[in-house]
C-alpha cells in the first residue's frame, strides 16, 4: 500500500523519539499508560498490554503480591513494561504512605501513583487525604503521580505539595462516562507545569483522543481495555487515538464557528467575460 | 519396592476422579497426598456452570466445559447418589442497568455459541425466587448450569477408590528411568513405582521436582462463606442465583441440607488467611441480591489458592519430549500425564479431565484437547524480580505448599 508511505512519517511522531512523553526525567515511547484491573486472564493481558503500544503501566499494591513467580509483575518484566505500583483501596493517607513503601522495598521504585479514595459508592479521590499523602510522600523522597479530582485548584495544588505528575479524572473509575468536564481538564493543563495525564472514566477510543486534544500529556485507563469483549482490539484503538488525539493537539485546529465558511473561497476566481 | 498401573499425584476432585475413572477400567490405582480434599475442592462451591462461566474469547475452554457437563449425569450416577449432583437451574440476575447490559452482551455471544440464556422479567424470576430483591434490573434462566457439593464428591470418591489406594504423603519428586518416568519419590524417601504417573497436585505441582517442563501456575485466592438458613426462611433460593452487582460477580448456591455457599473472592495477593474486606463484599452484594442473606448464620469462612495458568485453561495431557519437533504427537515422555491448572473450573472439569486421561492411559489422544497441552507455554524463564525475591517470602511458600483452612 504505497499511499501509507506518505502518512507513515507524522504517524511515528506522536510514538517515535520527536514527541516524547517525558516524566520525572524519564522518556517513555508511548503516551498511552495502562492499568491492569479488571483483565480476565494473564495472557490475554499481555497481548492487549502489547497492542496498546504502552510502556508504563500501574498495578495496585494491595490486589497483587510481588513475591509470586509467574505473576503479573512477571509478565511485565518480560515485555519491559516499567511498572507504575500504585495505591488503589487505601482510603487513608497512612494507608496510601503504608502500600507506597511497600511497594518501593518490593519494586524498587521511587514512583506510585497515589490513589486515597473517599468512598466504595463514588470511588472518587478524598482531596484533603490526597494533599496530605502528597506532602508525607514527597518528604519520604517518593515521585508522586497524583490521582485526583478534575479541580484545578486541587491540581495546582498537588503539583505545589512536590507531585511530578497531575492524573485528573474524566470521571469515576470503571464508570467509561468519558471526560464530563471538559473544561476543567483544560483549566488544569493550562495552569500545570507538570505533566498531566487523564485518568479515569474513559469508555472508549474518543474519550482518550478528547483527552490528548484538550492537551492532556498522557492517558491512562485499564477497564475500558480489560473488560472489552475483545481486549487486543480495543487496546490497539487507544493506541492510534492517542496518537490521533496528540497529533490534533498540536496542529492547530480551526475556531468553531456559528456560519458556513467555503473550503473553496468565492475571491480570486478567475472572471470570463 | 510397591509397584501400580497408575498413580496419581493430588486427591483433590480432579485427581480423585482420574483415579477412580482408570480404576473403573480395572486399574491398580493408587493415589497419593497427605490430606485428600483439603486443597482448592475443599473451598468450591461446585456449581457445573459451563454456559454462565463462559468468557469471551475463551472458546477452546469452553469446547471442554461442554463436553465435561455433558458427562456430568453419568459420572455422578457412578459416583453415586451421595456426591450431592443435583440439576439445581441456575438464575442470573442484575443489580443495575449496566450490569444487566453486560449479562445481555454476553448472552448473544453466548447465543451464537448455541448456549440457552432465557430473559426472565425480573417479575417472573421474583415469582420463582420470592426472597430475590425488588429492585433488581433484569434476570436471565440457564437451564444448563448444575451443581455438585464438592466435599461430598471427595468423600464418595474416597470410597469407591477404598483407603487401600491411598498413600497419606507428600511426593517430593518424579522417578526417572532413563526417559521415562517411573513413578514418584515421597518425602520420607520411600519410592512408589507405577507404569503411568499423573501429576495432579493443583498448584502443588510447583513443588515437585524432576517433572520435564515448566508448569506456569499461580495462586488466584478465593474467599468463600458457608451459611445457615433458618427453617422459616427456607429454601432462600431454590436456583443457583449468581448476580452482577456494580460489576462486581457473586454466587449465592442453595444445598440440600439447608445451607448455602456464597463465593467467591479472586485475589492474587499472596495472603492465605480469610481476607475481612473479601468476606464484607461477599455479603454485601449477596445480600443486595437477596436481602435475607442477613438473616442468616455465618457458619464457615474458608480461603483456598486455585491454580491459574496464564490462559485460564488447564495444563492437561502428555508432555512432549525433549527435543522433539513442533507438532510430533509421538514423542512423548514414557510414563507421565499432567493434569493440574484448572483454576476457577476443576470441579466441572472432573469428569472432562478423567476421560482425558482415561483416553491417555490407553493410547488415545483426542485432537480437540491438544491446546491443553501442558508443554504449550515452552519453557519459560522465570528470572528472579530486582528487589522481590531476594529470598522466598513466607507468603509464597506457604502458597506453594498448598494452603490450610483459614479458619
Redesign the interface.
Known sequence: MTQDTTHAPALGLAEAGEDPFTVDGVTLGSRLIMGTGGA?????L?LALEASGTELTTVAM?????????????LL?DRGIRVLPNTAGCFTARDAVLTAELAR????TDWVKLEVIADETTLLPDPIELADATEQLVGRGFKVFAYTNDDPVLARRLEQLGAVAVMPLGAPI?TGLGILNPHNIELIVARAGVPVVLDAGIGTASDAALAMELGCDAVLLATAVTRA??PVRMASAFRYAVQAGRLASRAGRIPRRDHALASSPMEGRAEFL | MDSTDVLVVGAGVIGLGIAWEAARTGRRVAVVDPAPGSGASFAAAGMLAAVSEYHYQEEELLGLMLASASAWPEFAAGVGGDCGYLRTPTLCVAGDAADRQAFADLRAVQGEHGLAVEPLSVREARRREPLLAPALAGAFEIAADHQVDPRRLVAALCGRLGEGAFVRSRAASLVWDGPAVVGVRLEDGRELRAAETVVANGLGARELRGLPVELPLRPVYGDILRLRVPGPLRPLVSATVRGLVRGRPVYIVPRADGTVVIGATQREDGSEGVSAGGVYELLRDAQALVPAVAELELCETTARARPGTPDNAPLLGRVRAAGDREHDGEAHVPGLIIATGFFRHGVLLTPGAAHVCAGLLEGRTDPRWDVFSPSRFGHRGIPALAGATAERPPAAEAAAANVRQAT
Open positions: 480476565p486472564s494473564l495472557d490475554g499481555g494491595r490486589r497483587y503480591s510481588p513475591a509470586e513467580q509467574g505473576s503479573l509483575f512477571q518484566v522495598e518490593a519494586l524498587e470503571g469483549q475483545d
